[in-house]
């Protein structure tokens, strides 16, 4: 892998490393009790934002590994799938069993992109809100993996 992806992958780990750091007391808050409004809207953010921070090392790879990068209505759902697939030029990104769990990451930024916050329902997000450390914790494990054997 050349050097200069490695560190952008590199910098946008250490940038959704920050994110959970910051969010911490929030989802603490939210594994002890319900969130109100401004909580509930607050995690949506967060969810928000770490699926982008995602998104964006995928984006990083397909753009300047896979030198392509998927396009039309469904893009977002396209870039998640290539990061499961291995190519002639690199390994998979993440296993596969872990899609899934990823993927509820993908369909609740698009959510709540498209959504006024007072739709948010608590019982809608509460597993990812509660397991979002921990899916950060697997899916850096992987991308580093990622960068050592590419």
Same mark, same amino acid.
């Given at each position: 892998m050349d050097s200069g992806v490695k560190r952008k992958i590199e910098f946008e780990i250490t940038q959704l490393d920050q994110l959970l750091s910051d969010a911490e007391p929030l #989802?603490? #808050?939210? %594994?002890? &009790?319900? *969130? @109100? !409004?401004? +909580?509930?809207?607050a995690a949506a953010l967060c969810l928000h934002s770490f699926y982008n921070g995602?998104?964006?090392?995928?984006?990083?790879?397909?753009?300047? /590994? @896979?030198? +392509? /990068? *998927? /396009?039309? @209505? &469904? =893009?977002? %759902?396209?870039?998640? @799938?290539?990061? !499961? +697939?291995?190519?002639?030029? $690199?390994?998979?990104v993440f296993r596969e069993d872990f899609k899934e769990k990823i993927s509820e990451y993908l369909? !609740?930024?698009? !959510?709540? $992109?498209?959504?006024?916050?007072? &739709?948010?329902? =608590?019982? +809608?997000i509460e597993d990812l809100v509660v397991n979002m450390e921990e899916i950060w914790a697997v899916l850096k494990e992987e991308l580093n993996l990622f960068m050592k054997n590419n």
């Open positions: #989802l603490a #808050l939210c %594994k002890i &009790k319900v *969130p @109100d !409004f401004v +909580e509930l809207s995602v998104e964006n090392i995928l984006l990083l790879i397909v753009k300047q /590994i @896979d030198a +392509e /990068i *998927p /396009i039309g @209505d &469904k =893009w977002h %759902k396209k870039l998640l @799938d290539r990061a !499961f +697939e291995q190519t002639n030029l $690199r390994t998979a369909n !609740f930024r698009h !959510f709540v $992109r498209h959504a006024y916050s007072f &739709k948010l329902k =608590w019982t +809608e």
